[in-house]
């Protein structure tokens, strides 16, 4: 007996000393240099309301998705008709019709059938008309597949906004869908709001197209722009007066290159200038087709386009091999940073607006953490007196059992790094009641036994044995209740099962095997014969 009462001592002086050693950071930021080497040194993470922070409730243009994927296969399909010498002309897009086809012949048009047919299975003819012995046809997504790339640019933009946000630097995120197209974003401890929402709703769609120096870009600003060609305007910074302009470039409108076949990219130093720029690295097919592509276009200027806005246009000398090229733009390091972040995380597949927006103040976050702080604090002490007062002996033994779950407790959850939330305290006041609910039980089953007339260790053994089934039995069914909380909960819900999933465990330890520790000890250490219950 006394060896068991030494290997369970030793057992719950290790875990209490374990959960100290997690919990120091946070009760303390000065820790000697020695125990930040080798020892944890991360805080429990505060929720969005304790320490501040942004909510924002994203809609994502899942119509944008289709329109985009409507306009690659348009343009792929208008070229293999090039290259099969079917004879057409695309009629310009309108509001009711996103592209339109017009055949001369019933040839043509059934070529064209036969063509649709066999290598376009996504896409279906929404309208055919015959005029003038002239078949128009306009084609659109299929409803299922249209279906499916709305649900995919969903997922899609949710996993790309938390890579985002991992790169930011920003610890315990909350990221989740919430309908059919909208994905709420908690942001806790962001200061800079308006860096946080360009770097989760920029689109980041990268492209590498070629710039027409043959046609005239005056004629293009006054509305004469040739077939094939888009004007664009290119971003610049005077290094003078450090103001940002914006230079009318005409690009060809096809883009030969995308941010798909990108592989890394990273800020760089230019040796030149000093100033920040962003290296970019293709994967094997991007480096493959970027050497094809300035091999073919040698003295031709490429321009690099990221949203719409060209951020260069240099001259390529040579063809460029390797795969890595450089896009430069007068950044700050700041903007260089957000802009590697967004490439490395990928393009959005959709737009995405901000519907709701809403900051919490630190202010209010720490009278949140001030009242559930004191609101712990006046439970704690209300049940430490009750305990004494009603059970005397017993009821501190209680006590210690009550001090050393909170102890454990809040070291679990700076060891898992889970995240303290408003409803998390009170999840923990309601483990502190639950914490002694076990105690109550063993306590008046020992009372029953020593009004039998048992003596002391008797009654203990059979108070322990007794009620054990009973606290098992009460704290699974809570506990299963906490963990679908937790499964399916979001957001506070999450937050509270955390709190109260961790509180009943501890507490059944605590109840049932610490308190018995101190039970043996007295009755078979310090051969107590009587005592206060």
Known sequence: M??????????????????????????????????????????IHLGLDLQGGMHLVLEVETAKAVESTLERSINDLKENLMDKRI???????????????????????????????????????????????KALVSLKIKDKRAADIKKMAVEQSLETIRNRVDQFGISEPEIIPQGIDRIIV???????????????????????KLVDDEHSLDDALKGNIPDGDVVAYESRIDRDSGRRSQIPILLK?????????????KV????????????????????????????????????IILDGVVHSAPVIQERISGGQAQITGSFTMEEATDLAIVLRAGALPAPVNILEERTVGPSLGQDSIDKGTWASI????LILLFMVFY??????????ALAMNMLLLLGIMAAFKATLTLPGIAGIVLTIGMAVDANVLINERIREEMRLGKTLR????????????????????????????????????????????????????????????????????????????
Do not use: H
């Not at 409108?253 to 990219?265: C, I, P, R, V």
């Not at 006046?378 to 002490?381: E, Q």
């Open 2 to 43: 006394f060896n068991s009462i030494r290997i369970r001592t030793a057992v719950t002086i290790v875990l209490c000393l374990a959960a100290f050693v997690y919990l120091a950071p946070t009760l303390t930021p000065d820790l000697p240099d020695a125990w930040k080497k080798y020892l944890p040194t991360d805080k």
């Open 268 to 303: 760089q130093i230019s040796d030149r200038f000093g100033e920040p720029n962003v290296s970019i690295k293709f994967n094997a097919q991007g480096a493959k087709d970027f050497d094809r592509i300035t091999g073919e276009n040698v003295k031709k200027r490429l321009a």
């Open 186 to 208: 908690q942001l806790p401890g962001v200061k800079d709001t308006t860096r946080a929402k360009s770097l989760i709703g920029r689109t980041a769609m990268l492209e590498f």
């Open 87 to 133: 004879r057409f002309r695309l009629q310009e897009p309108t509001k009711d019709r996103s592209a339109a086809f017009q055949f001369p012949d019933a040839a043509a048009r059934d070529a064209f059938d036969k063509l649709l047919k066999n290598e376009y299975p996504d896409l279906e003819i929404a309208t055919s008309e015959t005029a003038d012995s």
């Open 458 to 533: 008797a009654a203990v053994e059979a108070g322990y044995a007794k009620a054990f089934l009973t606290i098992f039995d009460s704290n699974v069914t809570t506990l299963v209740a906490a963990l679908f909380l937790f499964g399916f909960g979001t957001g506070p819900v999450k937050g509270f099962a955390v709190t109260l999933t961790i509180g009943i465990v501890v507490s059944m330890f605590t109840a049932v095997f610490v308190t018995r520790i101190i039970f043996d000890y007295l009755i078979w250490n310090r051969k107590v014969q009587k005592i206060g219950i």
């Open 253 to 265: 409108n096809k883009s030969l290159l995308t941010g798909e076949g990108l592989e890394s990219a």
């Open 391 to 400: 059970y005397r002996t017993t009821g501190m033994i209680a006590d210690v």
């Open 378 to 381: 006046i439970a704690g002490l």
